[in-house]
């Protein structure tokens, strides 16, 4: 059975990297991805671009355990040297848009569920989401379907861990910042110039640190990514804007770093984008922690985002591929890790349900 299941994973894999499926225009590979179901004779819901199923006995006085990954992707970058949209195997590596993030994530969620999707008497309820609008935080992703499907108690979330346990995940809240000075033309003195003004601004943000150090997720990570500042050759800016990223570990909220830095940071102002990009984890002791410590999968925190952060219960990344192949140019995932990665989803199911 398992080996069947593979096999229709790959092939699904295979259809969904051909198909264009950028965030919030997944219409077609959720297509895709219902027919999966039909062929699986599994129902299946879906809402908007996301499609769902719960199993076979699901039992409303059972705690729920949801299965997640996405099949938007990002557009491909320019140094692509192979179709992005053509699925290509090659010395065991799959090629495509999509193939390491997340869809080999995606089909192995969808080929395990489907290997317990009739099994009775589990200690778990199960939900599946084959999600849209990962990349975009998008406002129609799983955000949305949490009011959908039944109540979640606790989630793995297919990302590219190489099957390990990412027990944690920073979060992230990004800032517009301002730096204002006196407007003026280049020929005449200005001691307010905004853009020498910025000066010690960057030097702060450089050194500054926060306290609290975390021993899954490390320290608080603190970037300016972006500055932008006046128009022409001749004409001093009124100001210079920033962008700051920050990568929030789990000993703060979000909140609190904007509260950190609205009274700290030395700039005119800084106000975030959005706060709702939490830190997310799960304990240590968790059933499904020491399933996959006990079957030999090692557990580390994570410095990337996923949709994890719009999940208010434990949760648990994992999943096949590697993190650091995920928007590189030629993205690709070991056949065998799909193969793999079905194999230890199931028996670390199996501990647990």
């Not at 984008?273 to 984890?281: D, G, T, V």
Request: net charge negative.
């Amino acid at each position: 059975m398992i080996e069947k299941l593979t096999a229709r994973a790959i092939a699904l894999l295979k259809q969904l990297i051909e198909t264009q499926s950028f965030s919030s225009e997944e219409g077609p590979t959720a297509a895709h991805i219902e027919q999966w179901f039909v062929q699986q004779d599994i129902p299946f819901k879906r809402t908007n671009h996301n499609v769902w199923a719960t199993n076979k006995y699901f039992d409303e006085s059972k705690p729920t355990l949801l299965l997640n990954s996405h099949h938007d992707t990002v557009k491909p970058n320019n140094g692509y040297t192979k179709d992005p949209f053509k699925a290509i195997v090659e010395d065991g590596r799959l090629y495509g848009l999509g193939s390491n993030d997340a869809g080999g994530c995606l089909v192995s969620l969808l080929a395990t569920f489907a290997y317990f999707y009739d099994k009775n008497e589990l200690n778990y309820n199960l939900v599946i989401v084959a999600s849209a609008e990962e990349e975009s935080s998008g406002e129609n992703g799983l955000n949305s379907m949490l009011s959908v499907i039944p109540k979640v108690d606790v989630a793995i979330v297919g990302e590219p861990t190489l099957m390990n346990l990412a027990v944690a995940e920073k979060g992230l809240v990004v800032f517009d910042a301002i730096v204002k000075g006196t407007p003026s033309h280049a020929a005449h003195p200005n001691h307010d110039n905004a853009i020498y003004n910025t000066i010690p601004v960057l030097e702060w943000f450089k050194n500054y640190t926060f306290n609290k150090t975390s021993e899954a997720l490390g320290e608080v990570k603190l970037t300016v990514t972006q500055i932008n500042a006046g128009k022409q050759h001749n004409a001093v800016p009124a100001d210079v804007k920033l962008v700051v990223d920050v990568r929030v570990n789990d000993k703060y909220s979000n909140q609190d770093i904007v509260d950190i830095l609205q009274k700290e940071a030395p700039c005119d102002s800084i106000i975030p984008r959005s706060i709702k990009l939490n830190s997310s984890s799960i304990p240590i002791d968790h059933p499904l922690v020491i399933a996959g410590i006990e079957i030999g999968r090692s557990t580390y925190g994570s410095p990337t985002l996923s949709d994890q952060a719009v999940l208010s219960c434990p949760s648990l990344k994992l999943g096949p591929g590697d993190s650091t192949r995920s928007h590189s140019a030629d993205e690709f995932i070991y056949v065998n890790e799909i193969e793999e990665g079905i194999k230890i989803y199931i028996e670390l199911l199996e501990k647990v349900l």
